[in-house]
């Protein structure tokens, strides 16, 4: 009998080092990660002492009196592989040192370019390294359209299982995200509200308030529409839209999912204007944040979106004739994501006076920068001549419901979940096809109809929409 292997490949990149090597760390502390289970970073160059002295520094910020001692025993489980991914003969060195080392391929995780994930399954099956125990978890982006995503499925069909096949989205681990699905169907009270008949609109908003940085070669090609939009932000409309699925399984769960991606109102060049605008980041008006084209790395003049904002529809039953407001953007004034349900206003004002807001509840999910759920509801002020209402929220801070337990970062929840082969928050071939379909027609529509892109500075609030 074997002992499984955790084959990080991609093992010096910045994900890895921000993320996942700390997540590694945080299920090898609290039980999570099997313990005859061994880690090896796999990466084009390096040794097993460099990547140890490098997890060290990395890991320096997640050492406390409770863990420090378990970092020796977690840096004892990693063993680097000099490896080109792209090269077949490494991976039979791969295979040998594995069979030497009593082991077999559980888990590999490919924080790659997309365009290597193929080759590196064709390779790791041509090795002999992948069987129906072995799973691969594959990061974001999955291809740049419905096209280059297709064939890439494709090629790892013809080595995996759908079953086996775990496509990360790290929104999907995050703890408010989660919260929707409780909010939702953990309460009673929110479920028959839930729908056309009591909701005016819905925004959903991920801001950013850093620019590109050192990625401007890796966004041009891809722009907010295709980096946040056709992953986060449908995964996030899905999860507020979907209907009650049968039971809590992942499949039923992504059932109700797809059926939502598959409802989206289709955005083309006859309604473009109307739901959609681009935007991009100039230099701030203080000079001291430079504009997307005057980035360091800028290469050329472009105009590759840095905003986006669309007024998207459900066409089903329940949400028919609900505005749903999707917005993100870099270079923003603060950096947050939140979901806002925004109820409608009260058929009849019994109190005289209007309030100086519309009588619309809201419920707010917050996910960034602090997770909270505030229900917006009115109250009357402690006036004792005018009967006036006021806005006042109840609020529920999500860290102080955990009852002071470790929180858990996103990557760290997904990979454990696919270390227990729990596929719920990992997104299906289906899916991810159905939002490249609805990204592409966008895509389509902006060329036909060569909307104007928006200029905004950095720092400010992207451009006005609604």
Known sequence: MTAPAFLLFGAHGDLALRMLWPSLFRLHCDGSLPQDMALYGVSRSGTTAELHARLHRVLSEELNDGNRHRLAAFLAKIEFINLDAGRAADYADLADNLRRAGRHVAISYLSMPPDLFTPIVANLQGAGLIDPRTRVILEKPIGKDLASSRAISDGIANVLAEVQTYRIDHYLGKEAVQNLLALRFGNAIFEPLWNSHHIESVHITIAESLGIGGRWAYYDKS????????????????????EPPVNGSSEAIRNEKIKVLQALHPITAANFIDCVIFGQYTASTEGHMPGYNDEPDAAEISNTETFVAIKAHVDNW???????????????????????????????????????????????????????????????????????????????????????????????????????????LFVRRDELEQAWAWVDQIHAARKTTQAPLLHYPAGGNGPDFE
Not at 223 to 242: K, T
Not at 345 to 371: A, S
Request: with cysteine.
């Open 223 to 242: 722009g907010a529409l295709r980096d946040m939009v056709q992953n986060h932000m449908l995964q996030l409309i899905s999860l507020i839209a979907m």
């Open 318 to 424: 329940r949400w028919k004739g609900v505005p749903f407001y999707l917005k993100t953007g870099k270079r923003l004034a603060s950096k947050h994501t939140e979901v806002i349900i925004t109820f409608k206003e009260v058929p009849q004002y019994l109190f005289g006076q209007k309030p100086d807001t519309d009588l619309c509840n809201r419920l707010v999910i917050q996910m960034q920068p602090d997770e909270s759920i505030t229900l917006e509801i009115f109250n009357k002020t402690p006036d004792v001549h005018e009967f006036i209402l006021k806005p006042v929220a109840l609020n529920l801070e999500i860290t102080d419901a955990g009852n002071g337990k470790i929180r858990h970062i996103a990557y760290e929840r997904l990979i454990r979940d696919a270390i227990k082969g729990d596929r719920t």
